[in-house]
């Protein structure tokens, strides 16, 4: 059952923008309210991270120290769906990334363990 649809990302260079969007599955239905998402991502031959968290009914959201200032997570719960903007790409920005949810009531979803469901992942590539 894919319970996340991921779309946008693709290729650009530095100092360039790139959107990606997340939506939940709408038949079964999987809602993105009430539960904290999240975006990954995976370089190769490196460990999958976090990158951006965000609960609606939460706090503001949460963002590693590599991408603060540049990407901004988002969602719409209308649209049930999920988005990050990311400005100012590098080329460290490199990597397949992932949108992923908790089934349980946390308020931070940073790390792997944290996450029950994943979206099939974007690539995202920045040339210099």
């Known amino acids: 059952q894919v319970w996340l649809v991921e779309s946008g990302g693709g290729s650009v260079q530095a100092g360039g923008s790139l959107r990606l969007s997340c939506v939940g599955s709408?038949?079964?239905?999987?809602?993105?309210?009430?539960?904290?998402m999240a975006w990954f991502r995976q370089a190769p031959g490196k460990e999958r991270e976090g990158v951006a968290s965000?609960?609606?009914?939460?706090?503001?959201?949460y963002y590693a120290d590599s991408v603060k200032g540049r990407f901004t997570i988002s969602q719409d719960n209308a649209k049930n769906t999920l988005t990050l903007q990311m400005n100012d790409l590098k080329p460290e920005d490199t990597a397949m990334y992932y949108c992923?949810?908790?089934?349980?009531?946390?308020?931070?979803?940073?790390?792997?363990?944290?996450?029950?469901?994943w979206g099939q992942g974007a690539q995202v590539t920045v040339s210099s």
């Open positions: 965000i609960r609606s009914d939460a706090n503001s959201p």
């Open positions: 709408r038949f079964p239905r999987f809602a993105i309210s009430n539960r904290c």
């Open positions: 992923a949810a908790t089934g349980g009531t946390k308020s931070l979803c940073i790390s792997r363990s944290d996450i029950d469901y």
